[in-house]
């Protein structure tokens, strides 16, 4: 019986009901990297990277190695974050390279791909636009839309899927919706969340 929804490469868009939905969100991480060999790059938002909840979650200590976090905090905070993961990507990518052929020399074999990315996360990625009271409306957008370009341009050169979530469904998060190749909603239920897709 399959509890999580597969992933697809590209933008998915994940609508919680009722709470934060913390751990729905380490559990499809970690779900993801059990099935690859790559890190997941999470960008964080109100503190949904907690690792009391991705200890009591992980089946192994091991895997939390393979998640790297930045925190955005501000709007221009967090696109910085954004702008740097591809070359956190790449650095990652060259140091699997290196470890592959210092583990195999003899082989001449390139890396097997373990630096490029199982998943990228940014969670709560309409919080820190819609509380900076710094920036206007129209600029905060501009911001949040750059976010979502430079996440798009990330999902489509590694084919990898990016999961988002938001913290509201008001008109502020249009671009997201526009954004995302998929839409699922979670919510919660005695039997635990059940998952679904958004038409």
């Known amino acids: 019986v399959q509890l999580l929804p597969s992933l697809d490469p590209g933008i998915t868009l994940l ?11 380490h559990s ?13 790059f999470w960008v964080d938002a109100n503190v949904y990277a907690t690792t009391t909840s991705f200890a009591r979650l992980a089946p192994s200590m091991r895997l939390l190695d393979r998640i790297h976090v ?3 905090f501000t709007a221009y905070q967090h696109y910085g974050a954004v702008s740097s993961i591809p070359d956190a990507v790449k650095r990652s990518i060259r140091t699997a390279t290196r470890s592959e052929a210092d583990t195999h020399p ?15 996360v940014a969670p709560a990625i309409d919080a820190p636009y819609r509380s900076e009271d710094a920036l206007g409306e129209e600029q905060a957008e501009t911001l949040l839309t750059r976010s979502l370009a430079e996440l798009t341009a990330i999902a489509d050169t590694y084919d990898i899927p990016v ?18 190749t998929q ?3 979670c919510e919660s239920t005695r039997m635990g969340p059940r998952f679904g897709v958004d038409v």
């Open 15 to 25: 609508d919680i009901e009722a709470d934060r939905g913390v751990p729905v969100i």
């Open 28 to 40: 499809l991480v970690l779900d993801e990297l059990l099935v690859s060999d790559g890190p997941a």
């Open 70 to 72: 930045a925190r955005g």
């Open 106 to 120: 003899e082989s001449g074999r390139d890396s097997d791909g373990n630096g490029t990315p199982s998943i990228l």
């Open 163 to 180: 999961l988002l979530t938001r913290t509201t469904r008001r008109p502020q998060t249009t671009p997201i919706e526009r954004a995302a």
């Open 183 to 185: 839409h699922l909603t």
